[in-house]
RNA sequence: UCCCGAGUAGCUCAGCUGGUAGAGCAGGUGACUGUUAAUCACCGGGUCGGGGGUUCGAGUCCCUCCUCGGGAGCCA
């Protein structure tokens, strides 16, 4: 007899199956037990009785524990007593196997330990549901881009010094040529791949070694970057808009069971739809001071500043031309306000802050020259990235997107590392 | 790097103005034929983060180091 998944028992109604799980509980009354098995489809109920079953099955059952694998034989039957709505009428149990002092128990822990056994926790109801979610935040990228002609270029994770601050790149010994980094960013090359296919975009994991220890950090995290030709920045937050709109509807529609399970309330997320309010960056700072903030005009947002104005919106909002002082050498500079750039942040809602970072990219040569000189890199790491401005510069702009803001946001998660299955963090390489 | 906070049973925590270490859960044993984190009874379980100091006596007070959490900066 094939096994079925949980998931499919609708179907047997009246026959005799075996389902392959771990156990999640068991009950006991003397005469009759019970226990729920979980197999990553669904969760089900068992029940024995003492007096149906040989008393090999009962003694096997007496020594399961939390989180044995099983295999349970028995008549499949609705009953709204059991979680999911199906009940096995078990007639023979195999343990596949023990499993003796199983750490996480169905009380209360603390974040360090769930942490500590990130490998175990991920079996929870919530922790699986949160993957359910990545899941299909990472396929609705991938088919929001596809829909639209994007060409997807994977870009290197191993890079010369190219990137900004070298004190925030991981370094790696590379043979003879010195050192080589973890990527921080793939834009630069998906910039070069845009003037060979027009509309492209990478997708992968991007590392920070900064000793960032917030809720919104992580040290690996995963980036989706497109970068359109001939695409201005009016045309990026459009583009933009579009974008998460898209990924938040499609999520809230397909994984409704899972952000019940999370219990996230989806009123918020069902308003974000396209257009989103944009306010520059010099009416945010006369906003922020107004409402009580002690911004000055030439510092960037802090955390703070972005929590204070995405609360004034119902929806994500764009905050775009920030001084060209506290943004990245690659942006182009406004030509109606040389003091500012091209970009904009969005800050999505509910305190979860920036999202997305987008530009125009300078596209003169002579001015791009000059930002790298004058941010003190070495114009000889960024020759080829120079050549993109030499032969045939084109207006071109992209963004970034970070996945696990995104998935924290649409889950309503606390913090980001909940938001991958192991994180990566200044004190945690384990598991 | 800076500012807060926390380290006591396998886990989550309590432990007062210093006086021989506690609970719940988990584990073990037993009772119970429809349980939902089942319930009830009993049992085992401790280098109180490390080191030093004050004291007749330190989980508790002082010094120091370590580890972890939250926040800032930086960013997605």
């Not at 003796?100 to 699986?128: C, M, N, S, V």
């Not at 920070?208 to 497109?226: G, I, N, Q, Y």
């Not at 905050?319 to 500079?333: C, H, I, S």
């Not at 942040?345 to 000059?370: F, H, M, T, V, W």
Request: charged fraction near 25%; aromatic fraction near 10%; include cysteine.
């Amino acid at each position: 007899m094939a096994a079925v998944n949980i998931s499919g028992l609708h179907s047997h109604v009246g026959e005799i199956v075996t389902i392959n799980g771990w156990v999640v509980t068991t009950r006991s009354s003397g005469k009759i037990a019970f226990l729920v098995v979980r197999d990553g489809t669904g969760y089900v109920q068992g029940v024995l009785s003492k007096k149906e079953v040989p008393e090999s099955t009962w003694a096997t059952f007496a020594a399961l524990t939390q989180e044995s694998s099983v295999s349970l034989t028995g008549t499949v039957r609705q009953e709204p007593r059991s979680p999911g709505g199906y009940e096995l009428g078990v007639q023979a149990i195999t343990l596949r196997g023990a499993s003796p002092d199983y750490p996480i128990t169905p009380k209360e822990h603390g974040t360090t330990f769930l942490f500590e056994h990130r490998h175990l926790w991920l079996r929870t109801r919530r922790q699986a549901a949160v993957a359910r979610v990545r899941h299909e935040v990472v396929q609705s990228i991938r088919d929001f881009f596809y829909e639209r002609g994007f060409v997807l270029v994977d870009t290197p994770i191993l890079t010369g010094a190219i990137g900004e601050e070298a004190g925030n790149l991981f370094a790696t010994d590379y043979f003879d040529l010195g050192k080589a980094y973890l990527a921080q960013t793939g834009q630069l090359y998906v910039e070069a791949a845009a003037a060979a296919l027009g509309k492209v975009y990478c997708f992968g994991p991007t590392f920070r070694a900064e000793k960032s220890k917030t809720r919104r950090h992580l040290t690996e995290f995963w980036m989706v970057e497109p970068e359109v030709a001939f695409n201005d920045s009016d045309a990026n937050m459009r583009l933009q808009e579009e974008f998460v709109s898209y990924v938040v509807s499609r999520t809230i529609e397909r994984r409704r069971d899972d952000l019940k399970e999370l219990e996230r309330d989806t009123a918020t997320l069902e308003r974000v739809q396209p257009p989103f309010p944009r306010i520059s960056y010099t009416d945010a700072v006369t906003r922020l001071c107004e409402l009580g903030s002690d911004i000055q005009w030439g510092q960037d947002l802090g955390g703070d500043d972005e929590t204070l104005l995405a609360q004034q919106y119902d929806r994500p909002v764009f905050v775009f031309n920030y001084p060209r002082q506290v943004k990245a050498f690659y942006m182009k500079e406004n030509p109606a306000d040389p003091r500012t750039v091209l970009n904009n942040d969005c800050l999505a809602p509910e305190g979860y802050g920036e999202i997305i970072g987008g530009s125009q990219r300078e596209d003169d040569y002579d001015k791009l020259l000059a930002r790298i000189q004058e941010q003190g890199l070495d114009p000889e790491v960024y020759r080829w990235y120079l050549d993109l401005r030499k032969y045939g510069t084109f207006v071109h702009s992209g963004f970034g997107l970070g996945v696990e803001r995104t998935v924290a946001w649409i889950c309503g998660i606390a913090h980001i590392r909940e938001a991958i299955a192991f994180p990566r963090q200044i004190h945690r390489l384990y598991p």
